[in-house]
Every structure is written in structure tokens, then in C-alpha cells.
């Protein structure tokens, strides 16, 4: 009996071994993988096909994204990753299409989500954190929008608070606390004359935005009328060109110089062109002037720098500056120069005209176009010594971790040049800081999405700090020049720096758009961002949109251009000096 019972003892340890992988493995695949996963009905279309719709439908589709987006976003049953929630859609839109009225469209959408399943109310946690975005759900309680019971559901649903988000559309970051929206579905393979589909990716951004973008509150447009006046622009889309080019147009809705869009299919490029003309331009007493002909093909252009640009192809510049625009969204007019600078002077072609003001005379220039964007990689000093022992740090050309060194070098200068009119490749505002201030200072407030209620941007308990207590540093004065295109990082080391005792900034208001990117995937193959978090002066103010204001503004002048000077760095060197 015992020498049966050992007959194969080689075979225990596999079996106990395969029995632990397998435990292991569910384990993980219930951690990863959600119910919603399984669910592949819709994988190949929607089933829905519609080709413009009557008032009432769209109506009833306007009132089915609002309900969709909030019940995605607060229901137990879609934040555990139970729900397809997409796929629901694509379930419940075909009955709201049919619906003879609003009053037969809320009773479809409350049998529709009473289904989900018992949910509980969770009172919200008190804190002392300060609101500086409030969600907009006052529709939800409006009883001539929606019929009383399904308010009643939507506002329980809109109390369940719930923090825990791991199988979530939306979840956040161990580290940060950012939102992550990695469980959006790209959706490559989508048919673009699929109604659904399109709708999907509308409701999917106007729903994100709706609450996860801390400044909806100063977008400038009415968020419920975006959504009114897109829902028949994208159901008019006839293939994926239109499709694309209609997301592209929503993008600049919210004045974002973050938002755009990534077409991985490569659509989008292909309709504006690959190739571009070798130059940079600026938006410079109100007119596009040719800034720089990039060294690489210096010789080959015949622009100069200091040219007028009057057309492109002959039709007038600022036409196509519009033109241009309507796909790119900008903060403001001076944002152009950022967010168009691949854009604009964009071409399928080999040849571009370009009609230009030289010297009060106007001629118009053939210029070659090149399939090149390494052409825009100017290598420069990241920083050297100026005559009157003036250091200069260009943060667009420095290598990581470099400070340091350059700062042994400019300890005793009479002054340093901050040169962030280009984006910096590396993060200096706590490293550079710490040499520039006296001691830790504040130079900024930051809101974050409350992950438990969407909709609601909090301030973070602490300022952010910039310093620390140190008696030896620098004591020289520091000019700190920003322009149109200081962005992001750029703004925010702007907003640090100019913490400094002996800090000016110079130049002209920065493009508004400060804060980190966040990115989610669109139907199609598509990634788009957005700003994810709200960044503030110290004392509360805004810096989105409106851009950092310099101390002393001054810009490039068009003689100034032709003449190959500097203003800003001139200026910069007259302050120091004085």
C-alpha cells in the first residue's frame, strides 16, 4: 500500500507546481481583466446606420450622452469593469432613436440603467480641500429635462462616491495621482459609416471633458451647445477622412493648445500634406514674418529672414491661418506661432508659393518643400558666457542633469539669461531653483480631479515650492525671457524661476496652456489629449488661456529680424546691466 502510495513521487512537485501557476494566473487575469472584456457583440459594427437625424432624435441623443457619461462614471457596475459600457450604447440606442418623445426616451433610460443592478449612496468624505472646479450636474434635478423617477436614480447614482477605480474607464496613478484613461478602447478597425461608432467618439470626449478637464469653466463655449452642434456633424460623416477631420474640429472647441489629435492610421497627414517649407515664422506686428530659414536647407530657400508673408498658393495668409485653425486648437490668436508651426507652411506637394513683402516690394517665391522634420532640430549652445560676464542658458539645447555644472561656471557672473522661448528638454525648475533662491518659496497651486467625485477639480493641500534655506545663492540679476511659444514645462519653469529675489521676465505673454498632457484613445485609431490638471498663481489666478504676463513686454520687431538682432536678449543684457 505505502509503495503504491509513493509509486510517483516525481509527479507531486509538477502537479503542485501547475495547481500554484493556476491559481496565480486567475488570480492576476481577475486583477487585469474585467467582465466588460468578454463581451464581443459589437466587435465587428454597431448595427446602426443613420444618416441625419429629426429633432427629436437628436434631442434624445443629446439627453442619452449626458445620461451615458455620468452613469460611466459614477456606477458601481461600470467603475468594477462588469459593463461594457460601450457596448451598452450600441444596446440602447437603436430604442432612443425610436422614441416618439422625451418623456418615452426617459422612461427607456430608466428601465435601461435600473437594470445595472442596487447600488448604495456614499456620503461625501469631509476634507478641507478647496474646490476650484464644480461638477456640473444640475441637469440631473431638473424635472422639465428628465421625468421625475429617472432624476431620482441618476442623483442616487451620482452619490455612490466611489474612490477604488482599478477596472474603471478612468483610474489614476499610484504615484501622482493622475487620471489614466488606459481602458478606453482604440477601436482600430471601425467602420466609418458605422453610426454608433462616430457617436461613441463623441460621447467619449464630451463626457472626458465634462469631467476630467480642470477648465471647462473657461473654455469660452457652452459645452452643452458643443454637443448639440456636433452630434449631426459627426452622424454626416462619410468616411474616414470626414470622420477624423470632425474630431480634429472638436478638439479646438476648448481652447487648448495641449488638445489634438494622432491618427495612427496616418489619414490625417496624408491629408495635410508631409512635406513643409524650411522656415519658422512669427506672428510680429500683426503679420506672419519669416523668423528663421532653418540651416539645413538655408541655401536651397529663397526666403529671408524679416519676409512678409502676404499668400501661400495665392490665397491671402491669414485665410489660411483660418483655414488652419480649424483644425488645431488654439488659446488664443498668438498661439498660431506654437501650434501652427507645423501646420501653416504644410504641403503634399514639392513646391510651395509663398508671396512675400521684401523692402516694400512684393514678389512671390517658389519655395521647396521637404519630408524632414529633423530639419526643425537647430542644434545651439545650451549655454555660454556673454561679453560683460553674463551667463546664458538656453533650457531648449541642455542635457540631463546639467545644471549643475553650468552653475559652478555662472556662480559669479554679473547676470544670467533664462532663455525659455524653447521648449526645455529637461526639467530645471527645481534644480535651477535651488541655486537661484534664498529659501523654499511657493510659486504655484494645483488642482486635481477628486478621483471619488468627476466633475469636482480640489486644490492639493501644498503650494508647489520652488528653493530651499540657502545663504550662498546666486546673487547676480536674472532676466528670464518667454514669448508665444513658452508652453507647458516652459511656463511652468517660468513660474517658478521668477521667484527669484533679482528676477525679471521679459517678452511677451506666454501661450496659455500649462499642466501636464493627458491622453485617451478615440474610435478609429486615434489618440487625443488634453490638459489634465489645473495650474494657478499662488494667489488662486489663472495661467490657462491667459498665459504667465511678463514683467517688462517687449517683441521682436520685423527690423529687428532683418537685421539678425535679438531684442529680447538685448534687453535682457541692457536690464542686467542696469
Known amino acids: 500500500?505505502?509503495?503504491?502510495?509513493?509509486?510517483?513521487?516525481?509527479?507531486?512537485?509538477?502537479?503542485?507546481?501547475?495547481?500554484?501557476?493556476?491559481?496565480?494566473?486567475?488570480?492576476?487575469?481577475?486583477?487585469?481583466?474585467?467582465?466588460?472584456?468578454?463581451?464581443?457583440?459589437?466587435?465587428?459594427?454597431?448595427?446602426?446606420?443613420?444618416?441625419?437625424?429629426?429633432?427629436?432624435?437628436?434631442?434624445?441623443?443629446?439627453?442619452?450622452?449626458?445620461?451615458?457619461?455620468?452613469?460611466?462614471?459614477?456606477?458601481?457596475?461600470?467603475?468594477?469593469?462588469?459593463?461594457?459600457?460601450?457596448?451598452?450604447?450600441?444596446?440602447?440606442?437603436?430604442?432612443?432613436?425610436?422614441?416618439?418623445?422625451?418623456?418615452?426616451?426617459?422612461?427607456?433610460?430608466?428601465?435601461?440603467?435600473?437594470?445595472?443592478?442596487?447600488?448604495?449612496?456614499?456620503?461625501?468624505?469631509?476634507?478641507?480641500?478647496?474646490?476650484?472646479?464644480?461638477?456640473?450636474?444640475?441637469?440631473?434635478?431638473?424635472?422639465?429635462?428628465?421625468?421625475?423617477?429617472?432624476?431620482?436614480?441618476?442623483?442616487?447614482?451620482?452619490?455612490?462616491?466611489?474612490?477604488?477605480?482599478?477596472?474603471?474607464?478612468?483610474?489614476?496613478?499610484?504615484?501622482?495621482?493622475?487620471?489614466?484613461?488606459?481602458?478606453?478602447?482604440?477601436?482600430?478597425?471601425?467602420?466609418?459609416?458605422?453610426?454608433?461608432?462616430?457617436?461613441?467618439?463623441?460621447?467619449?470626449?464630451?463626457?472626458?471633458?465634462?469631467?476630467?478637464?480642470?477648465?471647462?469653466?473657461?473654455?469660452?463655449?457652452?459645452?452643452?451647445?458643443?454637443?448639440?452642434?456636433?452630434?449631426?456633424?459627426?452622424?454626416?460623416?462619410?468616411?474616414?477622412?470626414?470622420?477624423?477631420?470632425?474630431?480634429?474640429?472638436?478638439?479646438?472647441?476648448?481652447?487648448?493648445?495641449?488638445?489634438?489629435?494622432?491618427?495612427?492610421?496616418?489619414?490625417?497627414?496624408?491629408?495635410?500634406?508631409?512635406?513643409?517649407?524650411?522656415?519658422?515664422?512669427?506672428?510680429?506686428?500683426?503679420?506672419?514674418?519669416?523668423?528663421?530659414?532653418?540651416?539645413?536647407?538655408?541655401?536651397?530657400?529663397?526666403?529671408?529672414?524679416?519676409?512678409?508673408?502676404?499668400?501661400?498658393?495665392?490665397?491671402?495668409?491669414?485665410?489660411?491661418?483660418?483655414e488652419k485653425s480649424k483644425y488645431r486648437s488654439l488659446t488664443k490668436k498668438s498661439a498660431i506661432v506654437n501650434s501652427l508651426k507645423y501646420l501653416l507652411f504644410r504641403t503634399k506637394d514639392d513646391n510651395m508659393q509663398i508671396t512675400i513683402k521684401r523692402d516694400n516690394e512684393v514678389i512671390t517665391k517658389d519655395v521647396k518643400c521637404y519630408n524632414d522634420m529633423d530639419m526643425f532640430e537647430v542644434k545651439s549652445d545650451a549655454h555660454k558666457l556673454l561679453e560683460g560676464n553674463i551667463g546664458y542658458i538656453n533650457p531648449g539645447q541642455l542635457k540631463s542633469g546639467e545644471i549643475d555644472e553650468i552653475m559652478k561656471k555662472f556662480m559669479d557672473t554679473k547676470g544670467i539669461i533664462i532663455d525659455l522661448r524653447e521648449y526645455p528638454s529637461d526639467i530645471i525648475t527645481y534644480s535651477l531653483g535651488e541655486y537661484l533662491m534664498p529659501k523654499e518659496i511657493s510659486f504655484s497651486k494645483i488642482s486635481m480631479v477628486n478621483q471619488s467625485v468627476p466633475g469636482e477639480f480640489t486644490l492639493l493641500d501644498e503650494d508647489l515650492k520652488v528653493g530651499k534655506d540657502n545663504k550662498n545663492y546666486y546673487k547676480g540679476k536674472v532676466s528670464i525671457l518667454m514669448n508665444e511659444r513658452t508652453q507647458s514645462n516652459g511656463e511652468f519653469t517660468v513660474m517658478s524661476l521668477r521667484k527669484a529675489p533679482n528676477a525679471t521676465v521679459i517678452g511677451s505673454d506666454s501661450i496659455g496652456s500649462d499642466g501636464n498632457v493627458a491622453e485617451f484613445s478615440l474610435p478609429g485609431n486615434l489618440i487625443t489629449s488634453i490638459t489634465g490638471i489645473g495650474v494657478f498663481n499662488p494667489d488662486k489666478s489663472q495661467t490657462q488661456i491667459v498665459g504667465i504676463k511678463p514683467d517688462i513686454y517687449i517683441e521682436p520687431t520685423v527690423q529687428g529680424i532683418k537685421e539678425n538682432r535679438d531684442e529680447l536678449i538685448e534687453r535682457a543684457i541692457e536690464v542686467i546691466n542696469n
Request: charged content about 30%; glycine content about 4%; proline content about 3%.
Open 1 to 322: 500500500m505505502n509503495k503504491e502510495k509513493n509509486k510517483y513521487p516525481w509527479l507531486k512537485k509538477p502537479i503542485l507546481a501547475s495547481i500554484v501557476i493556476l491559481i496565480i494566473t486567475t488570480v492576476m487575469c481577475s486583477f487585469f481583466v474585467s467582465k466588460r472584456d468578454f463581451d464581443k457583440e459589437f466587435a465587428a459594427e454597431s448595427h446602426i446606420k443613420l444618416e441625419q437625424l429629426n429633432k427629436n432624435q437628436s434631442e434624445n441623443i443629446k439627453k442619452l450622452c449626458k445620461v451615458w457619461g455620468l452613469v460611466k462614471y459614477y456606477h458601481p457596475e461600470v467603475i468594477s469593469g462588469n459593463v461594457n459600457w460601450d457596448y451598452e450604447l450600441f444596446r440602447i440606442m437603436p430604442k432612443i432613436l425610436e422614441a416618439k418623445d422625451s418623456n418615452e426616451t426617459d422612461k427607456i433610460l430608466y428601465k435601461w440603467i435600473y437594470k445595472l443592478g442596487e447600488l448604495k449612496e456614499n456620503p461625501k468624505e469631509d476634507n478641507d480641500e478647496e474646490v476650484m472646479l464644480k461638477r456640473d450636474i444640475g441637469w440631473i434635478k431638473n424635472e422639465k429635462y428628465i421625468n421625475k423617477e429617472l432624476s431620482d436614480l441618476l442623483i442616487k447614482i451620482s452619490n455612490t462616491n466611489i474612490s477604488k477605480r482599478n477596472k474603471a474607464y478612468v483610474n489614476f496613478s499610484m504615484l501622482d495621482g493622475l487620471s489614466k484613461f488606459k481602458n478606453e478602447e482604440k477601436y482600430p478597425n471601425m467602420n466609418y459609416d458605422d453610426t454608433g461608432y462616430k457617436l461613441l467618439s463623441l460621447f467619449r470626449y464630451w463626457n472626458v471633458i465634462e469631467y476630467y478637464y480642470p477648465y471647462k469653466d473657461i473654455i469660452g463655449e457652452d459645452w452643452d451647445s458643443v454637443l448639440t452642434e456636433f452630434i449631426p456633424k459627426f452622424i454626416e460623416t462619410k468616411g474616414e477622412l470626414e470622420y477624423k477631420l470632425a474630431i480634429s474640429e472638436l478638439t479646438t472647441k476648448i481652447h487648448d493648445s495641449h488638445a489634438g489629435v494622432k491618427d495612427y492610421n496616418g489619414t490625417l497627414d496624408e491629408y495635410f500634406g508631409d512635406k513643409l517649407a524650411p522656415i519658422e515664422f512669427g506672428l510680429i506686428e500683426n503679420q506672419i514674418v519669416i523668423k528663421k530659414v532653418l540651416p539645413k536647407y538655408k541655401d536651397e530657400c529663397n526666403l529671408k529672414e524679416g519676409d512678409i508673408v502676404l499668400k501661400i498658393n495665392n490665397k491671402d495668409i491669414f485665410e489660411v491661418v483660418k
